[in-house]
């Protein structure tokens, strides 16, 4: 596992986590919280375009994404990678080796990324003591898979225009949620990873999203990709959002 920065003792307190007063993310109980808290080795800086986990690496660690952008991915032996999804505030990573005892899947960040970190050893005593977090885990568990669900959908199915729009769509839809913007819509990805995500060449990919562009839709900056128009990339995409409530998160 490549890390930029060593894993630090400092930690946001639980009960200050800048997620907690977002609208979209449960509330804790006092006991949930004072569990988490224990829970919770440190916190991690990771800069942006740093590996934070590597496919086939063994990891003593789980981790909740506090603040940043990311993305998962597979890569084949000549070098051609599939991103899977993209990691956002409140997801938590790492899981799957828990499972499997490997990681399966590569995550780098797209972003600077802040991680806040969790021994891997103690998850037993989560499932054991504290029910209400397990099911917290397995919904986590659940949502990934409705969103990969979507993912091969459109992969497999909806047109190259209507691919990019469901994931700038999509995209746009969870940095919202999250509060991410700050005034200009700005997503933090290139064209490349828009074709590794979409399964299209760069050059499929780059007059794809000039259609898009020229209905006014997105405008690409250097930063990344600008969404105008989410709506409307919902309607090209024919998707109806992520339809989802106050979802959980450790």
């Not at 986590?17 to 004072?34: A, G, I, K």
């Not at 054991?128 to 099911?135: D, I």
């Not at 050059?203 to 999203?209: D, E, G, I, P, R």
């Amino acid at each position: 596992m490549a890390l930029s920065r060593p894993i630090n003792s400092f930690k946001t307190p639980c009960e200050l986590c800048p997620l907690r007063p977002l609208p979209n993310f449960r509330e804790f109980s006092r006991d949930e919280l004072e569990f988490v808290s224990r829970f919770k080795r440190g916190e991690l800086a990771v800069d942006a375009g740093s590996t934070i986990l590597v496919e086939g690496a063994h990891s003593a660690h789980l981790f909740t994404v506090l603040s940043g952008w990311g993305f998962r991915y597979k890569m084949l032996e000549d070098g051609r990678r599939q991103i899977l999804n993209y990691i956002m505030p409140g997801d938590l990573i790492g899981l799957q080796g828990t499972i499997a005892g490997e990681m399966q899947h590569s995550i780098e960040a797209l972003s600077p990324v802040s991680l806040c970190v969790f021994e891997r050893d103690r998850l037993m005593t989560l499932y054991n003591k504290h029910p209400s977090l397990a099911f917290d885990i397995t919904w986590i568990a659940a949502r990934e898979e409705r969103i990969l669900d979507e993912h091969l959908l459109s992969i497999g199915r909806r047109t190259a225009l209507e691919r990019a729009a469901y994931l700038l769509a999509f995209l746009y839809e969870r940095g919202r949620k999250l509060d991410l913007f700050n005034g200009r819509k700005f997503i933090p990805i290139t064209q490349q990873h828009i074709a590794d995500t979409l399964g299209l060449s760069i050059v499929h990919t780059n007059k794809t999203l000039k259609k898009l562009s020229e209905r006014g839709l997105i405008r690409w900056q250097e930063r990344g990709c600008e969404v105008l128009n989410g709506e409307e990339l919902m309607a090209i995409a024919g998707w109806e959002g992520l339809g989802e409530g106050k979802r959980p998160f450790i």
